[in-house]
């Protein structure tokens, strides 16, 4: 275990060993005993950083899969190619600092990795308790992640979801390209304000769903009706007052 060959002083002449022969080492003790699973992660970060003219790349990918440590931090792990197979294999915390690493450092796409994490619901749910935000990157970093999730329809429903409460929300978005199923998601997470720019966008892309997403910010619409008489029709202002949703109370306010 190369925790403990580390972190005793007495087997020092055995970790010294141990670094003249690193390759040596990590093939033919550490990956070959099949129950070494749980090194401590500062440990597993020295194997995986270490030059690959003593590690190679292949090696330290086989570290990775064989080691149950979950990484805190993405980036304490210095070759980028690895993150994919971190990732890949679920062994990352989820949050959203790691996501936002791992975004940018794929040119700021979401890939089959990262999109096979978000579709985990357990991780979706995990970075759903907090707001996408992280003081090391800029708003423009940030918006397109939110944007780019909000168009990618192939994260699910049930994952989406998630991951809605900690989105940005939005005054005006381009629609023509969403399905119906996509749009539904959308209001019922009110990721889109009330807005004019946003109802007329509904109007031009989704008329059947204006009713809908007038009766999701019921309240708000009736603070401000007379704001949307050029953008919502009569007969739109009468299906919100008929509607099984809307209260006596409301309809007096109406």
Known sequence: NYTTIKSIDTLKPLYNYTADKFLNYIEDVFLAITTNINEDEKAILEILNVDEEFLGLEDKKKVIEKQECIYKDISKIDNKELWENVFDKFKIQPTWGNVLNYFVSKEEKIDDILLKFFNNIEFSEELSKGK?????????????????????????????????SSLYTYNSFGMSNFSEGRMDDIIECNIFSLEVKIVEELKKNFPEKILKFLLSKLNLFLDKLNDYKEVIEIEDYENVFTSDVISEEQKVKF
């Open 132 to 164: 996408l935000y992280n003081e090391k990157f800029d708003d423009r970093i940030l918006e397109e992640l939110s944007a780019d999730i909000i168009k990618n329809e192939d994260i699910n429903s049930s994952s989406f979801n998630k991951l809605s």
